[in-house]
């Protein structure tokens, strides 16, 4: 089983992208085991605090390291990303030359309820993400249109060829990580 560090960019209780990240949990449940991580108990990025860590960073950054893999479930605000997101991935790259990001297997998914499914956020992200070393999985991107009933109240995913995509999305994330996770360890004995 493949320990992955979630990150859902939204805070609401009733978020969609959270919903989305719980299908994509179940149709993983025999590969990956789902860690969600608490963003919002994170201050605002302040290198100040660095002098007395606050535990909400200490936590995220363990988590982040002891993970096998990151995933990035992001909704889309103003075509970029909510800044809840972009403040954990601050806190988890500091301090310099200490990131928890270094070489972490990771991959990106959104959902909105607007046609192109958070696809500029994810321009934005990727971006991001390259400056701080996730070894991010190109394809196949995810670019989910939520519709209502799509995904039901216990996270099924009820449309037959968006699961099948999915569940095709999953096995390649968790071959992903095999695959760079292993590259991660020989580096590290080198
Ligand atoms: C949005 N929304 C949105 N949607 C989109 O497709 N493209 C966009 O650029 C934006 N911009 C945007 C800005 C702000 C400030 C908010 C609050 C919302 C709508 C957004 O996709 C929708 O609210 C989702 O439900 C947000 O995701 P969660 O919170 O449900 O996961």
């Known amino acids: 089983m493949q320990n992955v ?7 609401r209780r009733d978020s969609i992208n959270l919903r ?3 299908a994509l949990e179940k149709l ?16 605002h990025y302040n290198d100040d605090l660095w002098a007395n860590p606050p535990e909400s960073v200490l936590t995220l950054k ?14 889309e605000y103003m075509r970029d990303i909510p800044g ?18 270094n070489g972490k297997p990771g991959a990106i998914v959104g959902t909105s309820p607007g046609v192109i499914g958070t ?3 994810q321009v934005h992200l990727r971006s991001l993400l390259s400056t701080i070393n996730v070894t991010l999985m190109g394809e196949p991107q995810v670019y989910f ?14 449309d037959e060829g968006s699961r099948a995509f999915l569940q095709g999305w ?6 992903w990580i095999d695959r760079h996770g292993e590259e991660r360890q020989q580096a590290a004995a080198e």
């Open 119 to 121: 696809a500029a956020a």
């Open 170 to 175: 999953v096995d390649k994330f968790s071959a």
């Open 145 to 158: 249109q939520t519709k209502p009933g799509l995904i039901d109240d216990s996270f099924t995913v009820t």
């Open 84 to 101: 809840v997101l972009t403040n954990a991935i601050y806190w988890a790259a500091r301090p310099y030359g200490k990131s928890a990001w």
């Open 5 to 11: 560090a979630v990150l859902v960019g939204s805070l």
């Open 62 to 75: 363990r988590q982040i390291a002891a993970a096998d893999g990151v995933l990035f479930v992001t909704p």
């Open 20 to 22: 989305f990240a719980k």
């Open 28 to 43: 993983a449940e025999s590969k990956l085991k789902f860690t969600y991580l608490d963003i919002g108990s994170l201050p």
